[in-house]
C-alpha cells in the first residue's frame, strides 16, 4: 500500500526554472531603488526567499510598490519560464500510478496562468494553492493545510516537493514529508533531514 495518496509541488525552482526571470529583474529593481553596487552573483543569495521576504531583508521602504514593479518586470523577461528536464516524464508517470497532484506556491494567480497554465502543467493539478487564496504564506504551513483540506486529505497523506528553506520550514510546521529538489543546482545546507533529489525521476522511487 502506497504511503501517500497526494503529491504536491512547488513551482518556482522545482517545476520550472525562473531563476534568471526572477533574479534579473530584481536586479533591476534594486539598480533603480539605489542599490548600485549589487551583481547578479550577490542576487542569487535571495533566489530562494519569497518575494516579500527579499524586500524585508533588503530594507525596502515602499515595499508593495516595489514588489509590484518586480512581479511586472518578471512577466515582461522576455525568456520566460523553462521547464527543468524530467518534469513532464514525471507528471506523466504520477498520474499513470493514480496519485493527486496538486501545487502550492507563492505564484499570483497572474503568474501562475502566465507560467504554468500556457506549458500546460496544471492540466495535471487537481488543485493548486496561491498566493491570494490565504493570509499567510511559506513557511507558515497555511498553504499547504489548506491544499490538504481542499484535497480532503491528512497531512501524512501527502508529501511536499521544493527547493527553498521556506518550503522545508512550511512542511515540517505542516507535518508534511518534503523531498528536497536539488535539480535547479542550488544547495541550502539548512535542509537537512530528508530526501534530497538530483533529478525529477527519482521521486517515483522514493514514493514507491
Not at 530594507?59 to 523577461?77: A, D, L, P
Not at 528536497?180 to 522514493?206: F, M, Q, T
Request: hydrophobic share 40%.
Amino acid at each position: 500500500m502506497r504511503k501517500y495518496k497526494a503529491i504536491i509541488y512547488d513551482v518556482d525552482g522545482t517545476l520550472l526554472d525562473t531563476l534568471k526571470m526572477n533574479m534579473i529583474p530584481l536586479l533591476k529593481i534594486l539598480h533603480e531603488e539605489g542599490f548600485k553596487d549589487f551583481t547578479y552573483e550577490m542576487v542569487l543569495k535571495y533566489a530562494s526567499y519569497p518575494g516579500r521576504k527579499v524586500l524585508d531583508e533588503l530594507g525596502i521602504k515602499n515595499k508593495e510598490e516595489v514588489y509590484s514593479r518586480w512581479v511586472r518586470y518578471v512577466n515582461e523577461y522576455e525568456e520566460g519560464a523553462s521547464i527543468f528536464n524530467g518534469i513532464l516524464e514525471l507528471l506523466k508517470e504520477v498520474e499513470a500510478m493514480d496519485l493527486i497532484q496538486a501545487v502550492v506556491s507563492a505564484k499570483t494567480y497572474n503568474q501562475y496562468r502566465i507560467d504554468m497554465v500556457s506549458k500546460g502543467l496544471d492540466s495535471f493539478m487537481k488543485c493548486r494553492v496561491l498566493a491570494e487564496d490565504t493570509e499567510k504564506h511559506k513557511p507558515d504551513p497555511e498553504p499547504l493545510l489548506k491544499c490538504c483540506e481542499l484535497l480532503g486529505l491528512n497531512p501524512n497523506e501527502v508529501c511536499y516537493v521544493g527547493d527553498a528553506y521556506s518550503d522545508y520550514l512550511a512542511s515540517k510546521a505542516a507535518n508534511i514529508d518534503f523531498f528536497y529538489a536539488k535539480w535547479n543546482g542550488l544547495h541550502d545546507e539548512r535542509i537537512i533531514d530528508v530526501v534530497e533529489l538530483n533529478h525529477p525521476l527519482e521521486l517515483i522511487e522514493s514514493i514507491i
